[in-house]
């Protein structure tokens, strides 16, 4: 089982939806990085499960304990290990999928890679649990980031066919970002809240679960980061987003409708202005040739209904070899988007400290002088 990423800014995850603990161990902060915990925490608490009324009822407080890596409040150079404690598990809800499938969910397949010895509760390894230590990475990446005048935010685009106005592409600033941080429910129109929650609660009503779209961003990035192939920005950030359990598609800029325009319409102008150069449009997400061109790093990352509804669908019982039917029991998400937010912001966050491995602003003790 692959639970790595990276080779300058790397993580290795750990832990089950209902083990004793999950986490991750963070290799490649520079010695003397501040790490503020505060603002961890309030990133984990946006993520954290029974905070809102559209997620979930398992409520965990996600409270990070910082193992290794961070002493007085600045990384030592060593790697950084964030544990978070599984407080609130109902393992029993799980029984019968040792032998029931749920349509949807890894267990079949997790089933037959894993010889029948992977953990089904919760669905183990494969839960989206486990985002919460990628949010705990991408919470010391984006203080990283900060640092070097990069912000990034997210809002929910669309959940349940409702969408919300997209991002300024070309005029977007860090303010409106970090606003939307600081965000319940972040949205740049409000008045849409009511509309998208009584989607989710209509469905969640029937025993069902709606998807939606999150659109991420992230300005002051320079030009000149990543590599075109297979070190290109869309690739790493992609690989990142698909690791999500949830994420089903990527786009950058325009993502599929820029194949419906022409060249003239799809390029992007250059002009120089008195900060250097920059486009009049962004149709390409900020990235050309897979390297940032100095405009905003902009994509989409649609979210799939969580699949553990309590509607009865069709499966298979393994152990009977009969077609048979289930009623997913337990506690889940009628939507995910929400949660999901500061999970594809910190996809994002983690993706750029990888890709600026070669910025000696960023990694200075990798640069001889």
């Known amino acids: ?198 989607r989710i609660a209509a469905a969640k009503a029937e025993g069902d679960s709606v998807g939606g779209v999150i659109e991420c961003a992230a300005v002051g990035v320079p030009a000149g980061i990543g590599s075109p192939f297979f070190g290109s920005v869309e690739s790493v950030v992609s690989q990142l987003a698909f690791s999500v359990p949830a994420v089903k598609a990527v786009a950058f800029g325009d993502g599929m409708d820029i194949a419906a325009l022409r060249g003239s319409e799809a390029n992007d102008p250059m002009r120089m202005t008195d900060g250097g150069v920059s486009c009049t449009s962004n149709h390409n997400g900020g990235v050309t040739g897979g390297i940032t061109n100095g405009m905003p790093v902009v994509f989409r990352a649609a979210i799939k209904p969580t699949p553990s509804i309590a509607r009865e669908q069709q499966t298979i019982n393994l152990e009977t070899g009969e077609n048979t039917t289930l009623s997913v029991t337990g506690r889940h998400d009628p939507c995910i988007v929400l949660r999901a937010v500061p999970v594809i912001e910190s996809v994002l966050a983690i993706a750029l400290c990888e890709l600026m491995a070669d910025d000696c602003s960023l990694y200075p003790h990798r640069h001889t002088p």
């Open 1 to 198: 089982m692959r639970a790595n990423f990276g080779t300058q800014y790397r993580l290795t995850i750990f832990g089950e939806s209902h083990g004793e603990a999950i986490g991750v161990v963070i290799d490649g902060v520079p010695a003397g990085t501040p790490i503020d915990e505060q603002a961890i925490a309030r990133d984990m608490a946006r993520r954290a499960p029974g905070s809102d009324p559209a997620a979930t009822s398992r409520k965990e407080p996600d409270a990070v304990r910082i193992m290794s890596g961070v002493m007085d409040g600045r990384a030592t150079g060593a790697p950084i290990c964030g544990m978070i404690m599984n407080t609130n598990t109902r393992s029993g809800d799980y029984a019968q999928l040792r032998t029931r499938m749920r349509p949807g969910h890894a267990d079949y397949a997790g089933h037959v890679k894993y010889s029948g010895y992977n953990d089904p509760r919760g669905g183990g390894h494969f839960s989206g649990r486990l985002t919460a230590p990628l949010v705990f990475a991408g919470s010391v990446a984006r203080q990283m980031l900060a640092a070097r005048g990069i912000t990034i935010g997210a809002h929910i685009a669309q959940i349940a066919g409702c969408s919300d106005r997209a991002l300024d592409p070309v005029h977007m600033d860090a303010q409106t970002l970090l606003a939307l941080q600081e965000s319940r429910f972040p949205l740049l129109d409000p008045s849409l809240e009511g509309e998208m929650r009584a």
